[in-house]
């Protein structure tokens, strides 16, 4: 098993990491369950937006000097409407609430110990840099007889329940983007979940 080294990036040293970023997300995000099929000029236009957070925050993942896994971070207040809007409309002020995007790791670096170390990354960066209350990240939703699930198939749930968040299925966004089984974007649903990171209580 190789040894890999995390380091968060955020401000200024943000810029160099994007096209890491965005090599990843094409990759790992193919694959069930997002199904994304992803093209250079839609990955610039997201991490434009993304890196003009002034206290957004990547955690990458490094075999030697190569990038292999890599996850995000920003202020939820930052991160647009599309995702702000379901917390507001449920009377959460997007402020108190930083925002996790993307965790992507290649595979064969999985089952070591990077995805627990991606929440604790991102968590201490919005504990360090930012008040907010809580932590909140989306999951694709797909249903169970999916024709393109993989049999071994497993969900990340149990995962995420063991990090400390709880799902909130009845908040919801929506994002579009072009899949590896349709020829036009298609527009699919995500379903938060959030964690406190201060003690308040979730709503
Ligand atoms: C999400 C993802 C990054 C998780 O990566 P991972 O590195 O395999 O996850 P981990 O190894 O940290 O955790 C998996 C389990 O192995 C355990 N583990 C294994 N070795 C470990 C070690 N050396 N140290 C700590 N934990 C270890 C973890 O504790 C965890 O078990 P737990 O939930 O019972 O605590 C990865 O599955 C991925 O890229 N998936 C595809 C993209 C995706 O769906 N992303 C999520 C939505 S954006």
Redesign the pocket.
Known sequence: MVALRIETFSGPDLAPVLPALARLRID??R?W??LYDGDPASEERYLVEFAKAPTAGLVLAFDGEEPV?C?SCLPLAEAGPALSVPFAARGIDPARVFYF?????LPR??????????FAAREAHARRLTACDFAA?C?VERPPDHPLKPAGAVS?D??WR??GFVPYPDMTCTMAWKQVDTAVDVTNTLAFWMKSLTGASLP
């Open positions: 790992v995000f694959a369950p997002y896994g996850s995007g993307e965790s992507v790791l670096y999985r089952g070591q110990g990077v995805g627990v170390a991606f990240f999951a990340l149990a995962f063991r990090r």
